[in-house]
Structures are given as C-alpha cells and as structure tokens.
C-alpha cells in the first residue's frame, strides 16, 4: 500500500546543532508540507512544495529549510536547533490543485535540550 | 491572520446519542473544509471532506456546510467510545495549505 513515512519517530538534540527530519511519500503525490504541531496552538504551517524544485515558506518558516530535489522526498532541516523548536512535526501530502485533502503522516516528536 | 475557531472542550456524550462539532472560520474566500481525527499521540486522520454548502453524509458522519455564515459542523451518530478523540477542523483559504483549528476534545461515556 502506497503510504507516508516520517522519520525518526522520534529524536532527542541539543541547541544549536541542525537536524533533519526525512519525509518519504509512495503515493506519487505532487504537493507535499510541513506542519508543527504544539498544545495551544494547533497545527501550523512550516513549509510546503508544490513540485520537484519547488518550495515555499508557512506560516512559520523561521529557522527551517526544506529542498524538493524528487516527488517522494521533503526533508525538513533546522539549521540551528533552538528550544522553542521542541515539538512534534508532521508531514502530509497531497495530489492534485491545493484544496485537495492532506493525508499525514505519523509525526516526529522532536526535544532540543 | 485567516483563524478557524472551534472550543476546545472537552465535549461529553453519552454513548449512541449524537456528538455535534462546531468550527468558525475567518477567510471569506475559503472553498474547501476538511473534518480530522486525531487520537492522543498519533497523526491526524481524514474523516470528511466538504465543498459546497448543505450536508455531506458518509456512515455515521455528517458534514455540514454554510459559507454565508462561515461555519462548518461535523456530525456523529450513533457515538461509540472508539469516536473519543480530538476533531481539528481544517479549512483551505485563500492562502497556501490549511489552516487549522485547535480541536474539540470528544469523550463518548459507555
């Protein structure tokens, strides 16, 4: 079955190093995000792609970078971890124009210390 | 800044009686309004999707739409414990990707 994989599940690190969380998607979709997801706030937006060599910045995109270099992959880098980057990270994609619904996929749940 | 409202909860039904979820949005320009499970430390699910105004039923769920009053509703029958869990509403406005709700809480009592 086609599917959505994040990982590491999940991942322990320390201020000031960069991290990268792996999202890989089997369903061949076109448009792939990035969400942060924190108690009392809800899920936000980080960053998204569109297409092979395409992204774009969310709603919250400060100290996050992703690059779309094939369909299935879109890493999402902390250049330099900070403590108020600690939360739990979704991926989700989807095919067709962007009213089309996301499908996620289980989370990274990232502690920097 | 586009915001979708929902209360928090938590929302208490007695199981087999209907459990009714209420979402507000901003964005007048929004099309397109999705329903999501969430279970305690696992990823949101796509429960129902809804575009046009009136209702959209699959199983035990309803949809509801009125974009004159900017409100969505989420329906459920026949609540069983299974259905306790967070439900985010989600809406695509005019800008990218979804806007999100912060969750009601649902707890089915057996």
């Known amino acids: 079955d086609a599917e959505i994989t994040q990982s590491p599940r999940h991942k322990i690190t320390e201020t000031g190093r960069q991290v990268t969380l792996a999202c890989h998607q089997t369903w061949n979709h076109n448009n792939m995000f990035w969400y942060r997801q924190d108690l009392g706030h809800g899920l936000r937006l980080i960053h998204y792609?569109?297409?092979?060599?395409?992204?774009n910045k969310g709603e919250v995109s400060d100290g996050y970078s992703v690059s779309r270099s094939n369909t299935e992959d879109l890493p999402l880098t902390l250049e330099s971890a900070a403590s108020s980057q600690t939360s739990v990270y979704f991926c989700?994609?989807?095919?067709?124009?962007?009213?089309?619904?996301?499908?996620f996929g289980d989370g990274t749940r990232l502690s920097i210390l | 800044q586009k915001e979708v409202e929902q209360n928090s909860g938590p929302l208490s039904v007695p199981e087999g009686a209907i459990a009714s979820l209420n979402c507000t949005y901003s964005d007048r320009g929004s099309q397109s309004f999705f329903w999501y499970r969430q279970y305690s430390g696992k990823s949101p699910e796509l429960i129902m999707s809804?575009?046009?105004?009136g209702d959209k039923e699959d199983g035990r769920f309803t949809a509801q739409l009125n974009k004159a009053s900017q409100y969505v509703s989420l329906l459920i029958r026949d609540s069983q414990p299974s259905d306790s869990a967070t439900y985010l509403c989600?809406?695509?406005?005019?800008?990218?990707?979804?806007?999100f709700g912060k969750g009601t809480h649902l707890i089915i009592q057996p």
């Open positions: 792609s569109y297409g092979v060599q395409d992204t």
């Open positions: 989700a994609s989807s095919q067709g124009t962007p009213d089309q619904p996301q499908h």
């Open positions: 989600a809406v695509k406005g005019t800008a990218d990707g979804l806007t």
């Open positions: 809804i575009y046009s105004n």
